[in-house]
T-cell receptor
Framework: NAGVMQNPRHLVRRRGQEARLRCSPV?????VYWYRQLPEEGLKFMVY????????ESGMPKERFSAEFPKEGPSILRIQQVVRGDSAAYFC????????????????FGEGSWLTVV | DAKTTQPPSMDCAEGRAANLPCNHS???????VYWYRQIHSQGPQYIIH???NNETNEMASLIITEDRKSSTLILPHATLRDTAVYYC??????????????FGPGTSLSVIP
């Protein structure tokens, strides 16, 4: 998967706690995407970020969820006051800057972070 | 909503070619066809993409019809490790406007010994 690194791979949280999922994109990639996959369901788009900017958050739940991609460091998906329904696999993906003809703007995915809320 | 339709499931005998179809009848002139797969409990893996010409790489071949309304992903010699959900996606050229990637339900391919 071309170097997108996610951690932690597995996270267990009690209801009401906070979950922080980190994503380091492929070196040189300035675009990050977050997707959620509930058990036995498909991949659902959550948010698309460029460095320091949220471009599209149309798939993010209105409350408790936030995402950032700072100038330095990894992208963070933060879930406050987790509930059992937040249990899912969260996938991060990255792509190079737009207009990169040689790359085809291919999006590469990480191996995911599995959140379990107990 | 996804812009593509795929059969929900397919079987393929090990060692034979797996041909996975995809319909994208509303595809625009500036949209590419991408294929990904997701092996159980892993992240989606990029396979191949194309615009209008047939493409081949070390993993697969992509055949796009002349009218671009459908395509077929070909795994020439399927192995058990190719058992996965295969996603066909259309998205715009990187030189044009932003377009988030929307995944449909895909095709669940089972390679049978």
């Amino acid at each position: 998967n071309a170097g997108v690194m996610q951690n932690p791979r597995h996270l267990v949280r009690r209801r009401g706690q906070e979950a922080r999922l980190r994503c380091s994109p492929v070196k040189g990639h300035s675009h990050v995407y977050w997707y959620r996959q509930l058990p036995e369901e498909g991949l659902k788009f959550m948010v698309y970020l460029q460095k320091e900017n949220i471009i599209d958050e149309s798939g993010m739940p209105k409350e408790r969820f936030s995402a950032e991609f700072p100038k330095e460091g990894p992208s963070i998906l933060r879930i406050q006051q987790v509930v059992r329904g937040d249990s899912a696999a969260y996938f991060c993906a990255s792509s190079p800057p737009r207009g990169n003809i040689n790359s085809g703007n291919t999006i590469y995915f990480g191996e995911g972070s599995w959140l379990t809320v107990v | 909503d996804a812009k593509t339709t795929q059969p929900p499931s397919m079987d393929c005998a090990e060692g034979r070619a797996a041909n996975l179809p995809c319909n994208h009848s509303t595809i625009s002139g500036n949209e590419y066809v991408y294929w990904y797969r997701q092996i159980h409990s892993q992240g989606p893996q990029y396979i191949i993409h194309g615009l209008k010409n047939n493409e081949t790489n070390e993993m697969a071949s992509l055949i796009i019809t002349e009218d671009r309304k459908s395509s077929t992903l070909i795994l020439p010699h399927a192995t058990l490790r190719d058992t996965a959900v295969y996603y066909c996606i259309v998205r715009v050229s990187p030189k044009t406007s932003y377009d988030k990637v929307i995944f449909g339900p895909g095709t669940s391919l089972s390679v049978i010994p």
